[in-house]
């Protein structure tokens, strides 16, 4: 049973940051490709960024390209999204998503459906 528990999220003005944390149990660590999606209100769960198992490739949708910033944490079972610069478009529940029995992908890590495990999200708000 893979178990993927987030925190982090909050309040915060815009041009300020968070950091997300999702600590995942279950399985081996390594054996994950691991994703950050999010929701706002009244909108489809769309793709924020994505880490391979071995931590060497990420991927960003283009709207968090240069703020936003994917990362691993082995030790620790932890996959982070340091949010930088944020945006009022940027609140919405973030959502971590990790996929342990394939490859890392461009063909499908941008996709909801392709993950096997999901947490319960955490409400990330920014103020204008």
């Known amino acids: 049973q893979v178990r993927l528990v987030e925190s982090g999220g909050g309040l915060v003005q815009a041009g300020g940051s968070l950091r997300l944390s999702c600590e995942a149990s279950g399985r081996t660590f390594s054996s994950y490709v691991l994703g950050w999606f999010r929701q706002a209100p009244g909108k489809e769960r769309e793709f924020v960024a994505a880490i391979s198992k071995s931590g060497l490739y990420t991927s960003y949708t283009n709207s968090v390209k240069g703020r936003f910033t994917i990362s691993r944490d082995y030790a620790k079972s932890t996959v982070y999204l340091q949010m930088n610069s944020l945006k009022p478009e940027d609140t919405a529940i973030y959502y971590c998503?990790?996929?342990?029995?394939?490859?890392?992908?461009?063909?499908?890590?941008?996709?909801?459906?392709?993950?096997?495990?999901w947490g319960q999200g955490t409400q990330v708000t920014v103020s204008s």
């Open positions: 998503a990790a996929e342990a029995d394939q490859d890392w992908s461009t063909t499908w890590i941008t996709v909801a459906s392709r993950y096997g495990y």
